[in-house]
């Protein structure tokens, strides 16, 4: 069982990779590049900073690396992923994450369209709220021929700027997005009986754009703001 406990935690990795915007009131929202404050529109990626733990009715796992990579308008509308990635480095173990037995994690149905970020701040806490719609992915654990779980959804995390003695990783000053204890179900199609239904996620991503569109360099600092 601790194999298909690992199974279930890889698998909601995904979940919590680049969780960013709620829908609603994008009229009100605005991604800012930092320093100049100027809208930004463009190529956004999520890099996970420390690990992301899950835990399921059998147990618990986490992974240590995940990028994820996709684009996002500055009135928070059209979020969409269009690539992810989830191990754990470096090898051994890996490049799997962590568990007894190897698991692999691999994104589908990519792009995961449908997505926003919206300003909407917290006395003491969130800036934004953030949504990945869509999104869906595979694992699969070397467990009896391999044991496939899918997962899919829409996930919502808690949005931080970089200046936000909130954010969750204080020693970083990049924007954030951030989960605690989020909510993933288990596809049954295509899915084995041993998955279970549901897995709980925490983990934090820094968020950052390209200073130079195109360049596939993520290095602009951004903000949400009204």
Known sequence: MRQTRQLAAAVAMAATALAVGAPAHAATTTVKRVPGGTAYSGAVQALLLGTATVSTSIGSGSCNSSTMTGSVNSNGTGLSIASATFAWTPSPPGPGCQGSTTSTVTSQNTPW??????????????????????????????????????????????????????????????????????????????????????????????????????????????????
């Not at 936000?164 to 993933?184: D, F, K, M, W, Y």
């Not at 041993?194 to 390209?210: D, H, I, M, R």
């Open 113 to 226: 369209t449908g997505g926003n970020v919206t300003y909407a701040p917290v006395s003491g806490g969130r800036d934004a709220t953030v949504t990945i719609a869509n999104f869906r992915v595979k694992a699969v654990v070397n467990l009896f021929g391999g044991i496939t779980c899918i997962y899919g959804g829409t996930i919502v995390a808690n949005g931080f700027n970089g200046t936000n003695p909130a954010r969750p990783v204080p020693g970083n000053g990049e924007a954030q997005a951030g989960l605690s204890g989020a909510t993933v179900n288990k596809i049954s199609s295509g899915s084995s009986f041993l998955c279970p239904g549901t897995a709980t996620v925490s983990g934090t991503y820094q968020l950052k754009g390209e200073v130079t569109a195109g360049s596939g360099v993520f290095n602009q600092s951004l903000q949400v703001t009204a």
